[in-house]
């Protein structure tokens, strides 16, 4: 992946699956149950909460949500592997 790959839209598609377009045209359905369900930190985990959760935005080339509370490495998402590591160390 190119390091200037940014995010240029962000659409919620359902449950905790948001549909992802970068700036080279590649678009992908990222499921981020999984990594919420294993997190282990409170903080993560309430963004179990679907109204929390679909409160996500693009800035910056980036998709966060609150003030960069939750947010993911854009080449992981890109990659559309945000579960890097072991459910033990999902901390924050």
Do not use: T
Request: charged share 30%.
């Amino acid at each position: 992946m190119n390091a200037e790959i940014q995010i240029v839209s962000a659409e919620h598609s359902g449950d905790y699956r948001i549909h992802i377009e970068f700036g080279d045209g590649k678009a992908h359905e990222v499921d981020f149950r999984p990594f919420l369900v294993e997190a282990r930190h409170p903080e993560i985990r309430a963004f179990l909460d679907p109204k929390r959760f679909v409160g996500f935005r693009v800035e910056f080339g980036e998709l966060i949500w609150g003030d960069y509370e939750l947010c993911f490495p854009v080449a992981d998402l890109y990659d559309n592997h945000i579960m890097s590591g072991h459910s033990d160390k999902l901390a924050a």
